[in-house]
């Protein structure tokens, strides 16, 4: 496709619940980031891959969160028993120089 | 991590430049500035990036002091739909965007 792609564009879980967010990268781009934004806030780093291999995973807030991108295109965050403090926006962005962003997934967890 | 300072908000006339200020002094050499916006509700939008040099495209314009501690970013023209959150980040070695909590930019008709 022409840009980042995210699914689901919303997602509301049960707290407890766990959550697969996908990202589809733009075509032929080597690096991939995942972020997470609270309301208010400037989004924050918290995983990258280059192809396949997950460089840099030192932003995920802990052992509930996990990131994939097993054939280096399209990548999945994924949160297990979500709490409500996951709530959040969880941008996807690709690109080498730039990077450019999806429109996010807006996690919702009650 | 070089981290950057900007105000958090201003406001420009339609019509007029928009210069947004950046603090980065701690960057590194290899370090580069990059600027984004974000429209609420909207990912963030890549506008321009540069390392030394001042560097110019369709949306905006990059100055970057010589001893790179500062940059502004300037928006020649500003329009209404240049309303928007930006952001200067400082691309680490690590391939980070730190992207802090950027200016808010209201442009009034």
């Known amino acids: 496709g022409a840009g980042v792609s995210q699914s689901p564009r919303y997602k509301v879980a049960k707290r407890g619940q766990d959550v697969a967010l996908r990202c589809d990268p733009i075509?032929?781009?080597?690096?991939l980031f995942w972020y997470q934004q609270a309301l208010g806030q400037g989004p924050e780093f918290l995983t990258y891959?280059?192809?396949?291999?997950?460089?840099?995973k030192s932003g995920l807030p802990s052992d509930r969160f996990f990131a994939e991108r097993p054939e280096g295109s399209v990548s999945t965050l994924k949160i297990q028993r979500t709490q409500q403090e996951d709530s959040a926006v969880y941008l996807c962005?690709?690109?080498?120089?730039?990077?450019?962003f999806g429109q996010g997934t807006r996690l919702t967890v009650v | 991590d070089a981290k950057t300072t900007q105000p958090p908000s201003m406001d420009c006339a339609e019509g007029r430049a928009a210069n947004l200020p950046c603090n980065h002094s701690?960057?590194?050499?290899?370090?580069?500035v990059y600027w984004y916006r974000q429209i609420h509700s909207q990912g963030p939008q890549y506008i321009i990036h540069?390392?030394?040099n001042n560097e110019t495209n369709e949306m905006a314009s990059l100055i970057i002091t010589e001893d790179r501690k500062s940059s502004t970013l300037i928006l020649p023209h500003a329009t209404l739909r240049d309303t928007a959150v930006y952001y200067c980040?400082?691309?680490?070695?690590?391939?980070?965007?730190?992207f802090g909590t950027g200016t808010s930019l209201t442009v009034i008709p």
């Open positions: 962005a690709s690109g080498d120089r730039g990077a450019f």
């Open positions: 075509s032929g781009h080597v690096s």
């Open positions: 891959f280059q192809n396949e291999a997950q460089l840099d």
């Open positions: 701690t960057i590194s050499g290899n370090e580069y």
């Open positions: 540069g390392l030394k």
């Open positions: 980040i400082v691309r680490n070695t690590g391939n980070q965007f730190y």
